[in-house]
């Protein structure tokens, strides 16, 4: 039975009813408290909520129970960096990384991380293995985009958010920030035509521009 509301809830966090998610996966684990997946996948659906503190105890009892579950270390470092408690997070996704060298998800959020902390070559590393390991993810490249524009390699940049438009032709801030990088290029009429459609597919960007 706690399986079964387990994956009930996994139909009902892919529909975005995190609240009836919640719901199933509190009753697993009435069910079933050592049910470690239950726990982290709890710890989720509340990070999605905003419900951090519960989120973060979620995601540590999982590891309690499973200490080599990696989802539950990479979910616990998410909550973490919603904190704004960093220095944790990488530590966490470093764990999970030791279990798991070739895990893209972990090197995608500690390449995350490590950008928000601007330790930009650690960060260009983490997620150069995370589009090896998963190309067609368009966040990867934007990721690296936003360091490569940071490190004004423009020409690098723009290409990595070309490529996240080519993989999702409606991301919004890739249109945005590659209309920036082209006019740093100086490649203007480019750069006004890729910020209008970035004004189409968001038009609070109006208020930027």
């Not at 990088?181 to 930027?208: G, H, S």
Request: hydrophobic share 45%.
């Amino acid at each position: 039975m706690a399986q079964a509301h387990n994956d009930l809830v996994l139909i009902c966090q892919a529909q975005d009813r995190l609240p009836e998610a919640v719901s199933h996966y509190r009753r697993a684990l009435q069910l079933h408290g050592g049910f470690a997946e239950a726990h982290t996948n709890l710890g989720t659906a509340l990070t999605a909520l905003g419900e951090y503190d519960e989120a973060e105890s979620c995601c540590r009892q999982a590891i309690a129970l499973r200490p080599d579950f990696i989802d539950a270390h990479v979910d616990l470092a998410g909550v973490l960096s919603k904190r704004q408690k960093l220095d944790e997070a990488a530590i966490w996704l470093q764990r999970a990384l030791a279990l798991a060298p070739n895990h893209p998800e972990a090197q995608y959020r500690l390449g995350l991380v490590w950008l928000e902390q601007e330790q930009f070559d650690q960060a260009e590393a983490a997620l150069l293995r995370s589009r090896e390991l998963q190309a067609a993810n368009p966040e990867v490249h934007f990721a690296l985009g936003r360091i490569w524009a940071q490190q004004k390699k423009f020409d690098d940049a723009a290409r990595s958010f070309c490529t996240v438009i080519g993989l999702h032709p409606r991301h919004a801030e890739a249109h945005n920030n590659l209309g920036f990088v082209l006019k740093e290029l100086e490649r203007l009429d480019e750069a006004a035509a890729v910020l209008r459609r970035a004004i189409e597919l968001k038009p609070e960007f109006l208020d930027a521009h």
